[in-house]
């Protein structure tokens, strides 16, 4: 939890500066201040741009900016990681909360993902790198979760012999289903 933790709040937070540079510049354009909005570093493609994927409305939930949900939910999944590590057993209920809060995380991250793919039809790099740290925490919470409430059933012993199967599964579900819209622009 601590490197998926620190991973996806280090890419919350550039996302979040990124998206108070884009609403800077944007209010600069608005003002006469400046001609045109600029792009980032991430912009690498015409399939690859995170000020395109920030300059859309999927890019706030709740009136908030994704990134800022991010960087509230890593830095608590840092934190219970560091506890965790420290020999500090916390209770169910937290374990509860913890897996209430990343099964909300992988259901938002999978409906980005598809608005990201199919009707945005950009992606974002530091996105992707969310995407990436928030999968495998899932799985790897969920298997938690099981092994401390249902020890021995078939679904706790499945997923801990093969989670990291699971992992890379959903990853090349996700690569696939990249590589099937964006076609052979993903190379150029």
Not at 14 to 37: H, I, P, R, S
Not at 129 to 155: D, E, Q
């Amino acid at each position: 939890m601590i490197v998926a933790g620190v991973v996806g709040l280090i890419a919350a937070t550039v996302l979040t500066y990124d998206k108070l540079q884009l609403l800077q510049q944007k209010l600069d354009v608005a003002n006469g201040d400046a001609d045109e909005v600029a792009g980032f570093l991430c912009d690498v493609s015409r399939w690859a741009s995170c000020s395109g994927v920030m300059s859309s409305e999927e890019a706030s939930a709740f009136g908030i900016p994704n990134s800022m949900l991010g960087m509230i939910g890593f830095s608590v999944l840092l934190a219970l990681g560091v506890v965790h590590v420290s020999g500090i057993s916390l209770p169910r209920w937290m374990w509860a909360g913890v897996q209430v809060g990343v099964t909300a995380g992988v259901l938002f991250v999978t409906w980005l993902q598809y608005q990201a793919i199919y009707d945005i039809g950009l992606l974002c790099l530091y996105c992707v790198a969310v995407w990436i740290v928030v999968i495998p925490i899932f799985v790897l919470v969920t298997r938690a979760s099981l092994n401390l409430w249902r020890p021995g059933s078939r679904v706790a012993r499945f997923l801990s012999n093969w989670t990291l199967l699971v992992v890379l599964l959903w990853y090349v579900i996700v690569t696939g289903l990249i590589f099937i819209e964006f076609g052979s622009s993903v190379f150029s």
